[in-house]
């Protein structure tokens, strides 16, 4: 497992895409992405310190599943090194941000929650969930 990396390639987000790759948390696993139209339900729960999938759901979440990342909106300044991300940053050019939570390095549930409830029909019209399922 040391060695073992998911490479999912270039994902599209909605708003955008992301390059995605991580390392599995379990010995025999499989990735899988989901995603769902807003608004969206999850049936999750943290146990020992995972988020795990409680209930299956019709996007494809089965029980058992970890999950891994959610895309997440938050304020910040455009991101990049071109010359408008510089000068809307001297500007104050502050704007929801779309990034992907690694939701292994969350501080507490709390914080897994807002990220998912960042994802609002004013914001964005769906939801990208990455699970780990197990598969042994």
Known sequence: MADKVFKLGELELGAGKANVAFKPLMDSSEAVVVRYKLPFGLNAEEQA?????????????????????TTRWSLGLPQGGGLVSTAASFGGAIGWQ???????????????????????????????????????
């Open 49 to 69: 310190g995972r988020v795990v999938v409680t209930q299956d759901g019709a996007g494809g979440e089965r029980v058992g599943d970890v999950l891994r990342f």
């Open 98 to 136: 779309l990034s992907l939570f690694d939701v292994a390095k969350a501080r507490n549930f709390d914080e897994v929650v807002e990220a998912l409830t960042s994802n609002t029909e004013d914001r964005t019209n769906q939801v990208t969930l990455i699970f780990e399922r197990p598969t042994a």
